[in-house]
């Protein structure tokens, strides 16, 4: 315990020992994964709700996205704010996400769009990423950092060339009983599987075989 509001988001330490979290209540906090006791003070300084958190590879950085459309790093062991914040998205920084080697941040937003930023330079890297017809609720890199999977509730997965900046493949997803919407994506620390949720069901995909729509150019 120790947030005020809704837990919106938490992400574990590359090494599994903390974990932090993002909620409605603007802060993020850090938490010890042996004894579930807060470490050290809530990280303040988003203006809204924070809607997305990442460790660096390294575990040396964390990365947040919030509402108030802006990306924030911050140093993990002493929780202080690594450098201005960014701006990001339009409608919010719903998700952020480091790429395997550390050097790159995706984010995906409100505008529907996913921008590429460069961690050391803080600056945007390309145009953005756009091919969804609604906002991206989430992003992931593979595992070999070529390629950006990306969820919206639009029920597609799409994913991206991250050299090329292009969409190269997408498919909609099964979970259409009802209507129900999707609500969460995860991806294998491999990335040859990719997991959906609903309100009703779970389903698993094989990212290597599954038969991908080509865009069209």
């Known amino acids: 315990e120790g947030h005020t509001d809704r837990i919106y988001c938490l992400a574990f330490s590359p090494d599994g020992k903390r974990a932090a979290t993002g909620s409605e209540d603007k802060t993020l906090r850090l938490w010890d994964v042996s004894t579930g006791e807060q470490i050290g003070n809530a990280l303040e300084g988003h203006e809204d709700d924070v809607l997305g958190v990442a460790f660096a590879p390294d575990g040396e950085l964390i990365a947040s996205g919030s509402y108030d459309s802006t990306i924030r790093l911050w140093h993990s062991q002493s929780g202080n704010a690594h450098e201005a914040a960014l701006r990001a998205h339009i ?9 395997p080697d550390g050097t790159r941040i995706a984010s995906g937003g409100g505008d529907n769009k996913i921008r590429l930023w460069d961690v050391q330079r803080l600056c945007s890297v390309g145009e953005p990423l756009e091919g969804h017809d609604d906002k991206i609720d989430y992003v992931a890199f593979s595992a070999d950092g070529l390629h950006i999977y990306s969820f919206s509730p639009d029920q597609t997965i799409r994913r991206w060339n991250v050299q090329s900046g292009t969409p190269n493949g997408h ?3 099964g979970h259409n009983l009802l209507h129900i919407l999707v609500l969460h ?3 294998s620390p491999d990335s040859t599987r990719i997991v959906t949720g609903s309100g009703l069901s779970i389903r698993m995909w094989d990212v290597q075989t599954f038969d991908w729509e080509v865009e069209k150019s």
Do not use: E, K, P, R
């Open 91 to 99: 409608g919010g920084a719903n998700s952020v996400t480091f790429s």
């Open 185 to 187: 994506l995860a991806v």
């Open 171 to 173: 498919f909609l997803l």
